[in-house]
């Protein structure tokens, strides 16, 4: 196999794509705008941290067979993964995608293959096309031109922290803008990807990817949403979800303090933005979940209502458990929030998977500190990330503390004197 890939953006999908393609023996191409990246990639390094990547990444770098740079190349497969998130008003901004169509449009040639993996909004493979075409006129979509390119939208659909074996392993859904993109493009992950691929048109790819994001996202408000009513019943959420759960038909996911990540907390705002009078449920879901973070701070609120100057440890800053990706992160929000209104103390912070603050949290009164100081020297402890780390604590550090667990890590018979426990 000695087929050229050329993949634009070297993020969280496109680094990882790029390794496995190149470990499978294509010739890979990364191009990022972000010059860092692209030395410490050709130095077999990486800028992002994923379980066993930056193995991957030496090995094929080490064989010539991944390189990166800031221009893209002449090649057979062109592979855009660059972000897609929304705007002020929730409206997509497409901005990366059409400066990723750009930079590629000189190098395409007929028979090319032109494959758009980040998540997008619906018709945003077809602007592709028309982009293309408006500069290249040489070029075209008709299937008996021999001018004819091929384009397809086949949107990422990893786990963060399990990347490159979801990458392999997990079903593809492959759309072209006709018929015989959608084929070529099939074919093109059939010889990497040991899950199915299936073929369809691209405006169903797009919806499929947005679908399987607000499917979780309406999923995860449900949860959110009994919480808080439980809260008001003086009910134990955790426990009755998990009764629940022993109906045969029954899956309910688990609340938390909010929904973050770059994915779900933004891809159903795409069909919001495409459907606004029908998109109710999904539209709703999304405020349940944007804003069960203030939640969060109304209990701590009420919780030091009638102490002066509390102290305060938040547990985690990440927006899932066991990695150290804090973008979009609820916690993060949480905390920053807590430290303008406790403003006369330092809010304490343990994050066991970073060695210093980002800086929207380091120019305030917020102190990253390991979990037994913070566990020592709080009076109230705020759990916002189910690390194991956490869940392995030992429980006699939170005795006689006021402990918000917002997401039902700490056995309720642990909490000896005065729990919320949302
Ligand atoms: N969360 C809860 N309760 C739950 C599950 C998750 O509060 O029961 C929260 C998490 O704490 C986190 C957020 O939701 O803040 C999102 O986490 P996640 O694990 O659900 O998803 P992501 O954002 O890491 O990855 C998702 C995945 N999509 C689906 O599972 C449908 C992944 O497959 C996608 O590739 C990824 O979005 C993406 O890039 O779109």
Redesign the pocket.
Known sequence: MNKKVCIVGLG??GLPTAAVLADKGFFVHGVDVNEEAINLINNGEVHIYEPDLEKVVKKVVTAGKLSADIEPINADVYILAVPTPFKENHKPDLAYVEAATKSIIPYIEPGSLIILES?SPIGTTEKIVELILNERTDLSIDEKSPSQIYVSHCP??????KILK?LIENDRIVGGINKMSTQKTAEFYESFVDGKVLQTNAKTAELS?LT??S??DV??AF??ELSMICDDLDIDVWELIKLANHHPRVNI????P????????V?PWFIVDAAPERAKLIHTARNVNDNKPQFVIEKVKAATENMINPKIACLGLS???NIDDLRE??AVQIVKELSSIYNNDTILVAEPHIDKLPKELSDKNIELVNTQNALLSAGVIVLL?DHDYFKSLDNETINNKIVIDTRGVIPKSDIKLLAIPL
Do not use: W
Not at 156 to 161: D, I, N, S
Not at 253 to 256: T, V
Not at 258 to 265: E, K, L, T
């Open positions: 969280y999908i998540t990422e659909r990893v786990l963060p922290g979801e990817k399987e994001n499917y979780r999923n995860i949860a959110n996911l688990q609340p938390g909010g929904v973050g990540g770059h994915c779900i907390a891809d927006f899932k458990a992160s609820p990330v």
